[in-house]
Structure formats: C-alpha cells, structure tokens
C-alpha cells in the first residue's frame, strides 16, 4: 500500500527565499508530525497534528517556520527568508487512530533534503 | 527533561555475527513506549522494534530482540545472524505523553556497519 509521500525529494535554494515542503500521509491516519534531521544527527522534532489542528508547537525553530493541514490529510510546513542553518532533511510521518496513541508506531516519508546555498 | 542517549557513534559487526547497540534514557514517567528505528541510505525510517513500559517481556522480531532493563533506564538492540542489508543508521527512541500532545524523542543514533 501507499506509504508517507513526501515532496520535493530535494530542494536547493538561495538563503533568503521562502520553501514549502509537502507531506501526503497514509490515508485514514490521523496524527502527523514533522521532523527536522541535520547532517549526521538525531531527529529534532518539529510539530504535531492530530486531525487539522496542532497542539504541539513547541519544536518550531522560530517565527519563520510554519505549518498547516487541511482536509486532515495533507500538510505544508513553509520556512520563510530560510538561513543556511536550516539546511536539512525534514522527515513526514503519519499515525493511525485508535488505541493508546502513544503505542502507535509512526510511519516516517523519505524525507526532503532542504539546501540553503 | 526526557533525554535519550546512544553512546556508540559507530559499530562494526561481521556479517552472520551478532551486535548489539546501546540505548539509555532518562525520564520520570512511568508509561512509555521505546523504539528502534533502522535509517538505510534512502532516508525512510523504518520501525525495527517497539517496547511498552509496563510489560517485562523483551520484544522480539525474528532476528532483532531488545534487553529492556526499565530500573536502569536501558533498552539496548540486539541483532543475530547480522546481514548485509542491516547496515544503516540505527535509532532509539522513547514516546511519551506531554499536555495534548504524543513525542518522539531520538537518541543521536549509531551507524552500523556490516562486513562481508
């Protein structure tokens, strides 16, 4: 079955710009988070959904990071005036509903790989 | 504050030998949920093994088995009869219910290295 999608696969960009990177989950799951992952290191997390809304804000770097879901399906996370720190891969995933949330295992996309030059 | 800590950059294991990669944690809650992820070059993180807190019996899934030692707050990864396909970055991770809202906490992982 279709897995976590994510796009673009890669993406270059000149410092300054604004990105938007997109995250399509499994269909039917109802939490999704994103993740940032700089070169060689753990995953930072970002932000979480449940359905539209976003209880957890607490991982966004700054005020130029930002994220939204509709439809309750797929979600945007758009960095404006990006820096080269932001350089990274930023990783999707998506969980299913029912039972304890915190027993459901997360399915992770492949991830966009965001260079700032 | 919760922390997750893998302390081996880097492991080498010979190919059909078995390896394991250390985890420890730091937490105050008492119901939880411990991961392994497998990172291959492609990036997609791939889920390996889960562990609830509250049970004492170490999962396991075929090849790979976990030594959960919840009183010293380690959950280390065993892998037998390791194959070449099972070199990857390898990531523990502890879940837990913060306010509203579910995290996942990564250790900084372990590359895994698979020789022929």
Redesign the interface.
Known sequence: GAGVSQSPSNKVTEKGKDVELRCDPISGHTALYWYRQSLGQGLEFLIYFQGNSAPDKSGLPSDRFSAERTGGSVSTLTIQRTQQEDSAVYLCASSPPGGPVSNQPQHFGDGTRLSIL | AQT?T?SQPEMSVQEAETVTLSCTYDTSES???L?W?KQPP??????VI?Q?AYKQQNATENRFSVNFQKAAKSFSLKISDSQLGDAAMY?C?Y???????????????TRLLVRP
């Open positions: 997750v893998q119901d939880y949920y991961f992820y492609s990036r997609q993180m791939i889920l889960r609830e990531f991770a879940r837990f219910r913060m306010d509203s809202s579910y995290k996942l906490i990564f250790g900084s992982g």
